[in-house]
C-alpha cells in the first residue's frame, strides 16, 4: 500500500485547509484510518479516526470540534478538514492505519500556522 499525503501548506491562525490522503490497494476500505501529526521535536500522534465504512469518527481532544476527517472509499482517498486553526496544530502530518501495524508511512504534508 503507498500512502500519499496533500494539501498542507503555511496559514495564519483562524484559518483552515484540507489535507487528502490518497491510497492505493482495495485494503483502504476494509480498516479503521486515522490522521496522524508529528510536530517538531515530539513524537507522532494520532488524532482522529474514522471507521471502515466511515460512520463512526473519534478525536484527540486538542482537535475536536475543529478538524473532521471524512472517507470516499470509491475514491481511495480521505480527508481533514481542519478549522479554526492554531499556532499548536504546526507539525507534519500523516494518515495511515489505526489499531494495527501501520503500512509503511508516507512523506506526509507539512502544515505550519502562523500565529
Known amino acids: 500500500v503507498q500512502l500519499v499525503e496533500s494539501g498542507g501548506g503555511l496559514v495564519q491562525a483562524g484559518g483552515s485547509l484540507r489535507l487528502s490522503c490518497a491510497a492505493s490497494?482495495?485494503?483502504?476500505?476494509?480498516?479503521?484510518m486515522g490522521w496522524y501529526r508529528q510536530a517538531p521535536g515530539k513524537q507522532r500522534e494520532l488524532i482522529a479516526t474514522i471507521t471502515s465504512g466511515g460512520r463512526y469518527t473519534n478525536y484527540v481532544d486538542s482537535v475536536k470540534g475543529r478538524f473532521t476527517i471524512s472517507k470516499d472509499n470509491a475514491k481511495n482517498t480521505m480527508y481533514l478538514q481542519m478549522n479554526s486553526l492554531k499556532p499548536e496544530d504546526t507539525a507534519v502530518y500523516y494518515c495511515n492505519v489505526a489499531g494495527r501495524q501501520p503500512w509503511p508511512w508516507g512523506q506526509g504534508t507539512q502544515v505550519t500556522v502562523s500565529s
Open positions: 490497494g482495495s485494503t483502504f476500505s476494509t480498516n479503521v
